[in-house]
């Protein structure tokens, strides 16, 4: 069976709802394990020099984000707030009509790490909408956390079934027939 095919013998609704909750369940254990791993690093690396894990190139380092990605937009910490909701609604909204297990992978890990971020600009220091995002895993000259590991992951999947042509709905477009040139 195809990636993006529903199975057979299984009414749709049903499956869509199967779907989204998965969506929803590996999004929640994506936060869980994500603020876990933070708590972690907050308990363990705060005034700590550097841990290798594997030589330089993979090493455990505490610092907190105040931006998006590559520490982009410091200084608009309740932008990234308002994004992030809007993020986590929107994928929320988009997900409950997921019909393909890949594609409901692929939500659940981006709701998952927007959420988890989204959280920590929530309930962080400085303050409410302006809090700082956890990083501890210092991979060459990023650092991130599970999260980021997971919005990665999630976009490059839903990219690939974008380029493979597969829609949300887990249904393949009916193919228009073909018709004759009239003579």
Do not use: C
Not at 20 to 28: D, S, W
Not at 158 to 175: D, H
């Amino acid at each position: 069976m195809a990636t993006g095919q529903a199975a057979p013998n299984v009414p749709a609704e049903r499956r869509v709802t199967r779907l989204f909750t998965l969506v929803l369940v590996l999004a929640a254990a994506l936060v869980a394990v994500d603020q876990l791993t933070k708590w972690w690093a907050v308990s363990e690396l705060t005034g700590r020099a550097p841990i290798d894990v594997i030589g330089e190139l993979i090493q455990l380092r505490l610092t907190y984000n105040p931006g998006a990605a590559f520490s982009i937009g410091t200084g608009y910490t309740w932008v990234l707030t308002l994004i992030a909701a809007a993020a986590v609604v929107t994928i929320t909204y988009v997900a409950r009509r997921v019909g393909s297990r890949a594609w409901a992978i692929g939500l659940g890990l981006v709701l998952g790490g927007a959420t988890t971020h989204l959280l920590d600009r929530l309930l962080r220091e400085p303050g409410f909408a302006r809090g700082h995002v956890v990083d501890f895993i210092d991979y060459g000259p990023f650092v991130g956390n599970v999260a980021d590991i997971a919005l990665v992951g999630g976009v490059a999947l839903i990219l690939v079934l974008n380029v493979r042509n597969i829609p949300l709905t887990g249904r393949a477009a009916e193919p228009e027939p073909a018709t004759t040139p009239a003579p």
